[in-house]
């Protein structure tokens, strides 16, 4: 495995995905990779969090709200590739990566 740093980033690589690591980070996307589901979790309950899923082109192609601790979405319908995902809370903004898998 390498590991990498860039800006305040690190990214660890291993031969069966991405796991983007940051401690300040508050939320993590699993399965990393996955197939038919996604899963956001966060360190601490939020309430009424944007969630936003973009395609490898920036197209968005999932958008809700959550309150809790995490939440799913079934991906079944997706194609295999590389996905952003963007929570927003406030004026505060998480972006992250996450690759769908062929199943």
Same mark, same amino acid.
């Given at each position: 495995?390498?590991?990498?740093?860039?800006?305040? $980033?690190?990214?660890?690589?291993?031969?069966?995905?991405? #796991?983007?690591?940051?401690?300040?980070?508050?939320f993590?996307?699993?399965?990393?990779?996955? =197939? #038919?589901?996604?899963?956001? $979790?966060?360190?601490?309950?939020?309430?009424?969090?944007? %969630?936003?899923?973009? #395609?490898? *082109?920036?197209?968005? %192609?999932?958008?809700?709200?959550?309150?809790?601790?995490?939440? #799913?979405?079934?991906? =079944?319908?997706?194609?295999?590739?590389?996905? =952003?995902?963007?929570? *927003?809370?406030?004026?505060?903004v =998480? $972006?992250?990566?996450? %690759?769908?898998?062929?199943?």
């Amino acid at each position: 495995m390498n590991s990498v740093s860039l800006n305040e $980033r690190s990214y660890l690589f291993c031969a069966t995905g991405v #796991d983007e690591i940051n401690a300040g980070k508050s939320f993590v996307a699993s399965p990393n990779p996955g =197939t #038919d589901n996604l899963t956001l $979790r966060a360190k601490q309950n939020f309430y009424n969090a944007e %969630i936003k899923l973009f #395609d490898s *082109i920036g197209k968005e %192609i999932l958008k809700g709200t959550f309150s809790g601790s995490s939440a #799913d979405f079934n991906t =079944t319908h997706l194609t295999p590739g590389v996905y =952003t995902y963007e929570i *927003i809370l406030g004026n505060n903004v =998480t $972006r992250g990566k996450w %690759i769908k898998a062929g199943n």
